[in-house]
């Protein structure tokens, strides 16, 4: 699982989008985007240009292990009402 | 049987289209999309094409569901084969493809509101949301390159 907490609300964030409602999928991909943006605009203040882009591939390994937690998480949950 | 609801006894008459927030099914939608043209061609009136994308849209978002269940099952719950990608990268594309088609059809035509809020928007961000999916699962990033920027960006934050 990730550690660092800003990663940790960025993975959040994308687990929300991804799960939302039909009509909540603009809404929940603003909050991703305006997590993302902070975090590229505090990397440029330092010299350090990056896209959107980079970051969400270089995230990839880490939302596939925070989802799985999740997705298992629910899943025992579900068997556990059963 | 209320009055609203009697057939028109004499001849045959154009189903009206109406837009509302009702939950009225309506058979001018129901026979586009039973019937309907699946390739891009939109023959139907205004409003028609308006509840025509609608109901795409509805679908659309159906099959999303159904994709993102099976996502769960093969790639999350379980540890996944080549198959499993396969189909997973096949299906992946198919859905932005559909998404993206539906996106120019809903700019050209517009879309009928529901009582949902389902809006153009929504359907954009559900495309990007897929497109993410796909560099997620199949980029071409390098693993050397990904550890610098997760050292960079989130200092040094590893799983």
Redesign the interface.
Known sequence: MARNPELEAILEARYDWEGAAPSQKAKLRDVYYELLDQLLARQASHGRRLARGDIIEAMGDEYKEFRRARDRRLAARVRRLR | MTAAAKPPKTKMEKPRVVMSNSHEPRWDAISCFLVGQDRGEMAGGKEANALLLYAK?YLF?HKLALF?KGE?ARL??NEPDESDFMFHRALLRRLIGDGSDLVKQVKRHGMARNA????L??????V??LQ??E???Y?K?TGK??RE??Q????G???
């Open positions: 849209s978002f993102r769960t999350y719950l949902e809020g389902l809006s928007a929504d359907i954009e961000a559900t990007e949301e993410q999916t560099r997620q699962w980029g990033i390159r990904r920027i997760l960079d960006v989130f200092d934050a590893q799983p």
